[in-house]
């Protein structure tokens, strides 16, 4: 049997896998996740999958990690210098990015001109007290560097020529793209990351490549695509939030109907929500949010809440808590304290695991209240249901705001309206069908719900979006990400030009990194023209031009059974 899938979901709670072939899941993995080894509970899964394949008919490993996500999120990176040069504009004020910033002469306008230069004598006095602080890692942005990043690469070289143990990123090479806050936050993230990322990538390319020799291994990203291990080592803040979008793509694998549904991916600790309009996800159009901070990184717009099925369930004061600690699994499955799933084991009789266990942890919590046991899992159940629902709508109110959705509702002519639940997550048959109840919405469950995050990391295909900048009057265009630029030597330009333009860097971009398979199938979706006047006179063209291999699935899957 050939052209076996892997996906490997490392999650907050539990990491899942599964190996997937010509419409079938063959085996699924669920193995307790422990945060101190990441790279160990990860390869533990993978052993067991390997022992139900050959390794010869392995295609491709897609693994979803949250290494960034909590580097990010638990304030765990490392100390990162920025080094900003905004140019004429806002006031420095405006910046707070980073505790350690320094802000440098030099600027660029928006057509990619000089219009102040650089200070040699600055630079190197900023990157003294960057390296007398003890700072090894620094991130470097410049206004408009994504049409001139000659600014940036000079600080680069003399940071690199001074000080050649420092990391340095700088921002044109990460995105590239419009928005100068959002793009030094991006790049700034990325220098946070960078080392971690690439031990860990050092790591696990070893590890596979013993056990699978000359297999693809590709990471999820935030926009549910995937990339090569080996592209994501200069880009890693794109692997930030692969667990949410892995809940979205697991969704989208499992239910293939063009429905408007809520993902609700019901994981130990945390729980995941996700939008579905006619069978397509929402995406974040402002791009991720990380620490407060927009970033240039496409995401989902997705809500995690601090609520699962191994939320605690305890007395405090004498009244009820739920959550949002996690102290180990349920009751019924070995757990010391009882918890969400054990209180919807005994409500809805889903005898699951020992249910006498969770009978004997969640009577001394009943007792403290002064409520029967079945009392206290009402109450457990519509605390946890009622958080959801909140959640829900709260969510309703900032999805309105994407343009997807307002254009749904302009071309249906009617309110947005929701027609299913769709449950993912060891937990979600327990919980899905009393929140879609009380939604008065349908709801959806498969039998692959709990590994559906590894199903739909396996069957996730690469994605890779590309921007062209185009200035006929200067005979110039860059293009987004990696930094590409180049001459044009037509003054006759046209759109369409620049339309060619941007699918050739793609595909130049997609073999780079190793992704063409799917580079014929990308699709425009800016196209921007504006003329360049002086005095009464014509003098050229701007055009910008944006092209994507949109995230979707593999050619070869069609569904699972």
């Not at 990491?15 to 899941?25: A, P």
């Not at 910033?101 to 003294?128: M, N, P």
Request: proline share 4%; with cysteine.
């Amino acid at each position: 049997m050939k052209n076996m899938l892997i996906g490997i979901d490392v999650g907050g709670t539990y990491t899942d896998g599964v190996l997937f072939c010509e419409g079938s899941v063959l085996h699924s993995v669920k193995h307790p996740t422990d945060e101190s080894d990441l790279d160990g509970t990860l390869l533990l899964v993978l052993d067991e999958l390997l022992t139900h394949a050959e390794t010869k008919d392995i295609q491709r490993i897609v693994l979803s990690t949250t290494l960034v996500t909590n580097l990010l999120a638990t304030g765990r990176g490392e100390r990162t210098a920025l080094l900003l040069l905004p140019g004429s504009g806002l006031p420095f004020s405006a910046y707070r990015i980073s505790p350690d910033t320094w802000f440098l002469k030099g600027g660029i306008d928006f057509r990619g001109r000089q219009i102040e230069a650089t200070d040699t004598r600055q630079i190197e006095e900023a990157l003294r007290k960057i390296h007398d602080s003890g700072i090894e890692r620094v991130a470097v942005a410049g206004k408009f560097s994504n049409r001139n990043d000659a600014h940036e690469k000079a600080v680069k070289e003399l940071a690199k020529s001074r000080y050649p143990h420092m990391d340095v990123c700088t921002s044109n090479e990460i995105s590239g793209r419009l928005n100068f806050p959002r793009r030094a936050v991006t790049c700034y993230y990325t220098a946070m990351t960078i080392r971690e990322w690439n031990r860990f990538a050092d790591g696990i390319e070893a590890a596979i490549a013993a056990r699978a020799p000359g297999v693809d291994v590709h990471i999820l990203k935030a926009d549910g695509g995937t990339t090569t291990l080996e592209a994501s080592r200069t880009r890693p803040c794109e692997t930030v939030f692969s667990g949410p979008a892995a809940s979205t793509m697991g969704t989208l694998a499992l239910s293939r109907e063009s429905l408007n549904a809520v993902s609700v991916d019901i994981g130990g600790t945390t729980s995941d929500i996700s939008l579905l309009i006619e069978g397509k996800p929402l995406y974040a159009s402002r791009g991720a949010l990380i620490g407060g901070h927009l970033t240039h990184i496409h995401s989902f717009a997705v809500r995690s809440i601090a609520i699962g099925g191994d939320s605690r369930v305890y007395e405090e004061s004498g009244k009820l808590k739920v959550g949002p600690m996690r102290l180990g699994p349920a009751a019924c499955f070995g757990g010391e304290v009882p918890t969400v799933t054990d209180a919807f084991n005994l409500l809805s009789g889903l005898n699951l695991g020992d249910p006498k266990a969770s009978q004997a942890k969640l009577e001394p919590v009943a007792f403290s209240i002064n409520e029967s046991v079945e009392g206290l899992c009402r109450k457990v159940a519509d605390h946890v249901i009622g958080t959801l629902d909140r959640n829900i709508e709260e969510m309703f109110g900032l999805w309105e705001d994407e343009p997807a959705y307002k254009v749904w509702e302009v071309v249906n002519r009617r309110k947005f309206e929701l027609h299913q639940v769709i449950g993912i997550g060891a937990a979600a048959p327990a919980i899905v069908p009393m929140l879609a109840d009380k939604m008065g919405v349908g709801h959806f469950l498969h039998r692959y719900s709990p590994v559906a995050n590894a199903l739909g990391a396996a069957v996730a295909r690469p994605t890779l979006a590309v921007e062209v900048h185009v200035d006929t009057q200067r005979r110039f265009y860059t293009a987004s990400p990696g930094g590409l630029s180049g001459t044009v030597d037509k003054r006759s330009y046209q759109l369409e030009d620049a339309r060619e333009l941007a699918r050739h860097c793609l595909e130049e971009l997609s073999r780079e990194r190793g992704l063409s398979d799917y580079a014929g199938e990308a699709h425009v979706y800016l196209e921007e023209q504006f003329n360049v006047i002086r005095g009464w006179e014509q003098e050229g063209k701007l055009f910008d031009v944006g092209i994507q291999v949109a995230p979707g699935f593999i050619h070869e899957y069609k569904g699972v059974a």
